[in-house]
């Protein structure tokens, strides 16, 4: 390495680091494979060039660089290895550069065994371009006809075999749902011409792209030419090197370099590859490097947009791997990838970040900004997911860049996700030829997501193939939904769901009508029968979980969807029935397979109870009705309206079509909780005009405190009914109860009507008390009866308060000078679809209390004008003001006609 390096050979007492000046060029002339010690760093300010006759390990405690680190495709045979040892943290101080470096107070602290790019540039182009990092294994050579379970020999393409030589490791992916059955075994010996690999030991027979495609394993080349390894810290084998590319915008080059214990579990910002606060880094590489035995995560893009990762490898690493840390990222390029042996974090980052972050449930790709673009990637298995949508804030509305020709296989938990949290793109994303097969559950778990098109997706061998729970406008277009495949070994597992819809929209307080549910156009299902799989199976199914109400309102189509005939659950819809789930409509649009249709005509598949004469049944809980057109709609009412019983009668002649109950309430258990939330009576109607009434359960005609026809999304067969064909009949005014708008005031035999925000932090006995200790927030609310509104009248509101602190206190001295209890009525309209609200304060004062037990009066009243008369629905909010962590009690509320 020219005597400057030469000299530091052995050299134990410099103070500061081996640095090469700004301004010169050191070309490195080791090429018998010595050994150079640098205990105190090597600090690159000029270029450091590696030709390709170099040959050497250099051992250090860090290396920056601030000019270029310059290495070539080695000759064959030559390694360069960079090898860091030591504990201490280091510092660089850009006080002596320009000021285009970061600068941080007292010297930025790189962390230990730290390779750091600080507004220099890598320019590491250290593997063949003719030579794969990766690829579909293409066959094997049995080694007898009676021993087919194993194999030596390996078929690759002609460019591997010529790469891949003697003594290179190989890593062939799991063959199986178990991430951990994949395989490592070394090449002993090649055959160039006929590109056979000859393995130092037998391995399981794997599936080869020759004999099942795509659901053939990958095999991969774990070694580089250029390594980067690190020791790990004596007491703590986690603890390994980093590379990091410090807030440097210069273009960066990373290619074929082999990158071995680097991470550092539970430090912020210490991982194998970083791009950190780099902004626009157009032009900057990562390809055909590997990264494995990784402490923390694998490749990381943090604040940095426009980066290309191409070609790599990741092997037995920890966390989430391919990785864009802030969800700001965008346009960076993630194409050609391949990552397993992806395991959980065992220390997260939270602590750091203040972010919540979920490295304990790792994924091979972890796609926080959607905005960036996926080509050709392979999940090739892990802990938990493969390709997981977890995004925050903004980047929760964001739009797809591209997602294309991917494939997830090998996961324990998911191969593509959204959950738990939000991803709601504002236009359509198109998600391309995904393929996910060999999940232990689910291949795909679309969570409160929407506008997602799968074009030519397939799905094999999961668990659940797909999981749509509170999916709005999701579409399955050209695409293959297998229950087992060939490719499968024989094992032992639970009954198979193809596709899993749910009942509700994720929107379900839009009421546009014009949000679908799920839609199924050209979907083939295979191998679903007892006969092929081994189990009775279910090709289509609803979930029975996270329904707020046990209600149908996400308008579900199929469009040339071909069945498996053989199979003997097509699609199963009792589960859900059993719990009270009976209003399902299913629009069968095109039916050329009869997989439907005895007739192969369109229709409706419908619950019983929309069936009528000329319905055919399909199964136990499914009719089918040819010709129908039907669409639903919700009526809203208050939760109270439970016991009454929605009649639909047909306008023409008053004859009954069918009587509704209002949906049940899952999930949250409390009919208090959720204190804007409606009750629904759902129905399916065909064409025609209608009138709505309600009764009781002696049959006379009552109304709830209000009800609000809304239409979900219209079917795509031609007539169908509208707003304009639906009537509410309203009760006569006078027989309405108008002269008090609130109902069970008194709380003397219980809370019927009232609700709140929070959960268990109002108590009721024979008057309300809010326990939590913080009452902000915390609003008594019901439901008034919006037909009594009528304008010029004038509405008296009153209720007699105590407030007290956490230690029972009384704090009524402070509700004098300041109104701590405000009367507010949030008026509701609702025009064809469209909605919207505002409050109504009512003007408030407050008095001695003349009821024994209370302390303050606080009463108001509302002038009912033209425009809040025509409110659908009304909501009288008591909002407790400047109360800090302080508690009430409220009694006698009124709301009196004067």
Known sequence: MIEAVANAVNTTDLDEALTIPCGSCVIVDHYQGEVVDLPNGLRVDGM??????????????????????????????????????????????????SDDLPTCTDGCNLGSKPIAIIGGRLEIQAYPPTCPGWEKLQGVILESEEDSKFSQKLIVSRESAECWGAGTELVLTSHTLYDGDRQVATVEDVDLINGIIYLSRKISRPLTFLEHGDFGVEVASLNRPVVFEAESHQDDELMGGHLIIFGTSTLQHLEGVEIRNFGQQGLLGRYPTHFHFCGDATGSVMKKNVVRQSNQRCFVIHQTDSVLIEDNVSFDTFGHC??????????????????????????????????????????????????????????????????????NGAARYMNLGAFDNNQAHSSARFGFTTYPLIWKPESEAIINNLKVYRIQQRGLFLHNTRLLTFNGCVLADNLRSADILQGDDIIFRDSKIIGRSSSLAPFQRRVLSGIVLHATKSARFDYSGTILG??????????????????????????????????????????????????????????????????????????????????????????????????????????????????????????????????????????????????????????????????????????????????????????????????????????????????????????????????NGSFDTSITGWRWSGRQDMIWSSELKALDTNAIGRHPSQFLKANCLKAGDTYDFSMVL???????????????????????????????????????????????????????????TWNINNEQAQADKAQLILTPRRLGNSRFIIDDVQGVLA
């Open 802 to 860: 105590n407030v007290f602190n956490v230690n029972g206190e009384n704090l009524a001295i402070d509700c004098w000078s300041n109104i701590c209890m405000e009367i507010v009525v949030r008026l509701f309209f609702y025009e064809r679809g469209s909605s919207s609200h505002y409050d109504v304060r009512v003007p408030s004062d407050i008095v001695e209390s003349t009821k024994a037990g209370f302390d303050l009066n606080v009463s108001g």
């Open 322 to 391: 391919y990785f864009l840390e802030d969800g700001v990222e965008e346009n960076n390029i993630f194409r050609g990838n391949l990552g397993l042996g992806v395991k959980n974090a065992k220390r997260l980052l939270s602590h750091l970040s203040g972010k919540t972050e979920t490295d304990d449930q790792s994924s091979v790709f972890w796609i926080s900004n959607p905005m960036n673009y996926f080509y050709g990637n392979i999940a090739a298995g892990g802990e938990s997911a493969g390709f997981w949508f977890e995004t």
């Open 518 to 743: 799920t839609t199924l156009e050209n979907v083939v299902f295979e191998n679903w029968s007892e006969e092929a799989s081994g189990h009775q199976n279910v090709e289509i199914s609803f979930a029975k979980s996270h329904m707020y109400t046990v209600s149908f309102y996400a308008p579900h189509s199929f469009r040339n969807v071909t069945l498996d005939k053989d199979a003997t659950g097509t699609i199963d819809v009792c589960l859900v029935e059993s719990i009270g789930l009976d209003d399902i409509i299913i629009e069968i649009d095109s039916d050329p397979s009869g997989s439907f249709s005895p007739s192969f005509q369109p229709g409706f598949l419908v619950s019983p109870k929309f069936s009528d004469s000329d319905c055919i049944r399909h199964n136990e809980c499914l009719f089918f009705c040819e010709g129908a057109c039907l669409r639903t709609l919700r009526m809203l009412t208050s939760l109270s309206a439970s016991e009454y019983e929605m009649v639909v009668t047909y306008s023409i002649n008053d004859s009954e079509l069918l009587r509704v109950n209002r949906a049940t309430r899952d999930f949250v258990a409390s009919e208090h909780y959720g204190p804007h939330e409606d009750g629904y009576h759902t129905v399916a109607l065909p064409a025609g005009t209608f009138r709505f009434h309600f009764e009781d359960d002696t049959g006379a005609v009552v109304f709830p405190k209000y009800a609000i026809p809304v239409f979900e999304a219209a079917p795509k067969c031609g007539m169908f009914v509208d707003y304009d064909d639906v009537t509410v009949v309203l009760p006569d005014r006078a027989n309405a109860g108008c002269s008090n708008l609130v109902t």
């Open 48 to 97: 450091l060039y590696f030709p390709p006759s170099s040959n050497l390990t250099i051992k250090t405690t860090h290396v920056f660089v601030i000019g270029m680190l310059k290495i070539d495709v080695p000759n064959s045979g030559n390694q360069i290895t960079f090898s860091l040892y030591g504990e201490d943290n280091v510092l660089f101080n850009s006080d002596d550069y």
